[in-house]
Nanobody, 125 residues
Framework: QVQLVESGGGLVQAGGSLRLSCAASGRTFSSYDMGWFRQAPGKEREFVAVIRRNVLSTYYADSVKGRFTTSRDNAKNTVYLQMNSLKPEDTAVYYC??????????????????WGQGTQVTVSS
């Protein structure tokens, strides 16, 4: 069992930055791949980024590539999403999610076993 708690959301102007954190419980955090997803009002949940357990492998949605960076600190059981050059279309509830690391970089939300409660990010124009 893994419990995830996101933090760091808020209101920011377009062009600004935010860093989201996702703290995980349990001693097996390093065995999980961690994903970030978001859901805007009236839209389906979409993949944002994923980082493998080994920290070396990451993958991003085209819409955030070059602006967002995910990282993790396995000693602190925490994964991060640094968001720069934010746009109004980045406004959404952001979720972190965990899945056992079995190979590959997974972008489908259904393949993740554990989810946080989400944190709101609002970007004003």
């Amino acid at each position: 069992q893994v419990q995830l708690v996101e933090s760091g959301g808020g209101l920011v102007q377009a062009g600004g930055s935010l860093r989201l954190s996702c703290a995980a419980s349990g001693r097996t955090f390093s065995s999980y791949d961690m994903g970030w997803f978001r859901q805007a009002p009236g839209k389906e949940r979409e993949f944002v980024a994923v980082i493998r357990r080994n920290v070396l492998s990451t993958y991003y949605a085209d819409s955030v590539k070059g602006r967002f960076t995910t990282s993790r600190d396995n000693a602190k059981n925490t994964v991060y999403l640094q968001m720069n050059s934010l746009k109004p279309e980045d406004t959404a509830v952001y979720y972190c999610a965990a899945r056992p690391s079995l190979g590959g970089l997974h972008t489908e939300g259904g393949s993740y076993n554990y989810w946080g409660q989400g944190t709101q990010v609002t970007v004003s124009s």
